[in-house]
């Protein structure tokens, strides 16, 4: 298990590898007489994992000056995984929120004689593909944490640029957010068998 | 002078104590960081940063949670 170093101090633009703090899912937008319901899941983490050359040809259209003359490299969106507290993950419960109430997997961490499961074991190495386990050196930055690649969203990149300082909590370091990235598109690039 | 603590190896001795034992260093696994139950965190506070958020309440634990919100359509 390799710990992952973080930066607490961001750059002027959106980063591969950003960690950002309360960022919206928006479910649906539905209108109903005179009302609009606006349903949405708040991500108490989430990691970016667009490509970062991308995000920085994009950030151009953000500077105050020499802004590009056309938009071919303005992005609409970025991808981005929430990070489930290893706590909560474990026991099945990340998503057992009242108002969401999803039964999740129950991993095993401890077996007879104190030892650690191979389940458990399989999930901190990262053998199981489709999980990332992170725990940051830093421990008063990130409590431990999972990625399910099978969990991931867009959110609009305006948006996010706009609140980017105030939700910004750490920037993973670019070796450990390659390998990220590189698990992520293996496990979506995956062939489906029954 | 403080009471000293005679550790319980009736389930065998751990990898580690038997390395400082024998005096050969044995390369053992790094195990998993402990799991501090929800209810016993308390927020940390951060050092300040000029260009990121002052303090984060990094472990106040949290799940994700569904939010409606409703907005009136105005008609113009």
Request: aromatic letters at 10%; proline letters at 6%.
């Amino acid at each position: 298990m390799n710990e992952i170093e973080t930066e607490s101090k961001t750059n002027d633009r959106l980063e591969q590898g950003d960690v950002y703090s309360n960022i919206d899912y928006i479910e649906s937008i539905e209108t109903i007489e005179n009302d609009i319901f606006i349903k949405k899941i708040v991500f108490p983490y989430v990691v970016v994992l667009s490509q970062d050359c991308d995000l920085e040809q994009a950030s151009a259209y953000y500077r105050e000056t020499e802004k590009p003359d056309d938009q071919d490299k303005k992005l609409l969106s970025i991808i981005v995984a929430p990070l489930y507290n290893e706590e909560m993950f474990l026991k099945g419960e990340h998503l057992a929120d009242a108002t969401i109430n999803y039964k999740m997997q129950i991993f095993t961490k401890m077996k007879k004689g104190n030892n650690l499961t191979t389940q458990y074991k399989n999930l901190i190495d990262n053998k199981n593909p489709r999980y990332y386990y992170l725990s940051f050196k830093d421990k008063t930055i990130m409590p431990p944490s999972i990625i399910d690649f099978k969990h991931f969203f867009c959110v609009d990149i305006s948006y996010l640029n706009s609140c980017r300082k105030e939700k910004f909590i750490c920037k993973i370091k670019a070796l450990y957010r390659e390998s990220i990235t590189q698990r992520y598109s293996h496990f979506l690039s995956r062939i489906g068998l029954p | 002078m403080p009471k000293s603590v005679i550790p319980d190896y009736s389930e065998g001795i751990p990898s580690s104590t038997a390395a400082t034992q024998s005096g050969v260093p044995i390369k053992t696994e790094a195990m998993p960081p402990e799991i501090i139950p929800a209810d016993e965190l308390v927020p940390q506070k951060l050092g300040d940063s000029e260009e990121t958020k002052t303090e984060v309440n990094i472990y106040k634990i949290n799940r994700p949670y569904r939010d409606i919100i409703k907005a009136i359509k105005k008609n113009e």
